[in-house]
């Protein structure tokens, strides 16, 4: 069986490239996240709300903005409490013909 050598490369294990290390979400978008938890808005609710201004955030990228500013989870609310809420109305989208 031949032996092949490959100067300066190894084709069969490649180098792992070390992902981002820091968080890319804006500052606007923590500001905004912020402002919005403080008018007791849910994390769906900020989903909501972002996703109309055309902001892609997920709501996992929420939740860690929202404890690393230091929230604590809000309370059960019930559904009258819920529909309260005053959400954005969402973008209708565009209808093929």
Same mark, same amino acid.
């Given at each position: $069986?031949?032996?092949?050598?490959?100067?300066?490369? *190894?084709?069969?294990?490649?180098?792992?490239?070390?992902?981002?290390?820091?968080? /890319?979400?804006? *500052?606007?978008?923590?500001?905004?996240?912020? @402002?919005?938890?403080?008018? *007791?808005?849910?994390?769906?609710?900020?989903?909501?709300?972002?996703? /109309?201004?055309?902001?892609?955030?997920?709501?996992?990228?929420?939740?860690?903005?929202?404890?690393?500013?230091?929230?604590?989870?809000?309370?059960?609310?019930?559904? $009258?409490?819920?529909? @309260?809420?005053?959400?954005?109305?969402?973008?209708? @989208?565009?209808?093929?013909?």
């Amino acid at each position: $069986m031949p032996i092949y050598r490959f100067k300066g490369i *190894n084709p069969f294990f490649s180098k792992k490239k070390p992902g981002p290390k820091k968080r /890319s979400t804006s *500052n606007q978008t923590i500001e905004l996240i912020v @402002a919005l938890r403080k008018r *007791n808005y849910s994390i769906t609710d900020i989903k909501v709300f972002l996703d /109309s201004k055309g902001i892609a955030v997920s709501l996992d990228t929420i939740d860690k903005v929202l404890k690393s500013e230091g929230f604590a989870p809000l309370p059960k609310r019930t559904r $009258m409490e819920r529909l @309260a809420v005053s959400v954005p109305e969402q973008i209708e @989208a565009p209808k093929s013909s």
